[in-house]
């Protein structure tokens, strides 16, 4: 497992409550951390406490390696538990652990740990383990049990592959990623932005991940940053040579480049082992981050307007650039992709068009059960 960078600082925090106050304060968190329990925070005040805890690594370099400082490492690592901090708990797991400070209840945590970023020797090392010492152990019976399962499905169904480079990971997303992608969805703007479904609970969330991994035509995967854990997805939709490309990321890590990065390993790796041709997008029009964000991937406009009912006008691009039109290429793959998308056809006319493309700039939300001639006020084709 990779050692945590102290120099890393691309992840920019909400603002926090009060209580939160002082895991904002480098210098401060040594102090408090003995005196307050490790409590979940908020999805909103999590980032914060991420910064935090690596400035107290970064304040106090010798909580690595002074044994003396037992307590106060045994507090970081509680901290650390409470947020789901995968890297920093595996870090200070693996120190603790020379020491001989961790119970087989904190290795069942560190294997844990391992077993999300992906690091899946050391996990199966770590459940050992706790199984030799405490052959019942219920935590490190579960994770067994969980582990072989997942191992034994990803083989079979071909997800077992992860795309990396020296910094971010590509991981299927899997259901035992549920507590990190949690996390994430709290933000209210998420769905919306995303398009994503308003899951219920937990049950709801592991039925749709069953039907993407049923429908078998989707590749979808979890971002994972060596030093801040999960953050996002990025995912591929396929038919035939061609594909469908969306990604998100946490409100906690946006506008560092992370998506972008994401976004061209998994393109890269599509084209050259997948065979994929050509890929396409969907933007809302007045989503301008990710507009950019897609234009330094590669991403080009198509000139086609698109409209899904009850939706926003969204712009459709598409990568890798190429000459030629792709109009009908973009319909029949859209078609047999999302039936209610609508693609308004280049041989509607510039009037038709022209009205489009206002509606764009205006971010005009077509109606459901509507039609683009009612929205535009004109006659126009839809293909």
């Not at 990190?180 to 479904?197: E, V």
């Not at 969330?205 to 979890?222: K, V």
């Amino acid at each position: 497992m990779a050692d945590i960078c102290l120099a890393e600082r691309s992840i920019h925090p909400v603002d926090t409550g009060p209580d939160e106050g002082a895991f904002r304060a480098p210098g401060q968190v040594a102090h408090f951390l003995p005196h307050v329990s490790a409590r979940p925070p908020v999805p909103e005040q999590r980032g914060a406490r991420l910064v935090a805890l690596r400035e107290q690594l970064h304040d106090m370099p010798e909580l690595l390696e002074a044994k003396w400082h037992a307590d106060l490492r045994g507090h970081l690592f509680a901290h650390a538990c409470a947020c789901d901090d995968w890297p920093l708990v595996a870090h200070l797991g693996f120190v603790m652990d020379a020491f001989g400070e961790l119970s087989p209840d904190a290795l069942c945590r560190v294997a844990e740990a391992c077993w999300r970023m992906g690091d899946i020797a050391s996990t199966v090392d770590l459940l050992r383990r706790v199984l030799l010492q405490t052959p019942r152990h219920r935590q490190a019976v579960l994770l067994s049990d969980g582990l072989h399962a997942w191992f034994q499905a990803s083989r079979r169904a071909g997800r077992d592959i992860v795309i990396d480079d020296d910094t971010l990971s590509l991981q299927p997303l899997e259901h035992h990623h549920v507590d990190d992608f949690r996390w994430h969805y709290a933000d209210p703007g998420m769905i919306d932005l995303c398009c994503l479904p308003d899951f219920v609970d937990d049950d709801d969330w592991h039925d749709w991940l069953d039907e993407i991994h049923q429908e078998g035509d989707q590749a979808l995967f979890g971002i994972w940053h060596r030093y801040w854990g999960f953050m996002g997805c990025v995912s591929l939709i396929f038919s035939g040579d061609l594909g469908l490309f969306y990604y998100w990321i946490g409100r906690d890590f946006r506008g560092a480049g992370h998506g972008p990065r994401a976004a061209q390993l998994l393109l890269e790796h599509a084209r050259t082992e997948w065979g994929m041709r050509a890929c396409y997008a969907k933007v809302y029009a007045h989503n301008h981050p990710s507009l950019r964000a897609l234009a330094k991937i590669g991403f080009v406009h198509t000139g086609i307007p698109i409209l899904r009912a009850g939706a926003a006008p969204e712009h459709l691009v598409r990568w890798p650039e190429a000459d030629g039109v792709f109009d009908e290429e973009a319909w029949s793959f859209l078609q047999k992709i999302d039936a209610t998308t609508q693609v308004l056809s280049l041989a509607a006319g510039n009037e038709a068009l022209s009205h489009c493309r206002h509606a764009f700039r205006r971010g005009v939300v077509m109606p459901a059960g509507g039609s683009l001639s009612e929205m535009l006020g004109v006659d126009c084709h839809v293909q």
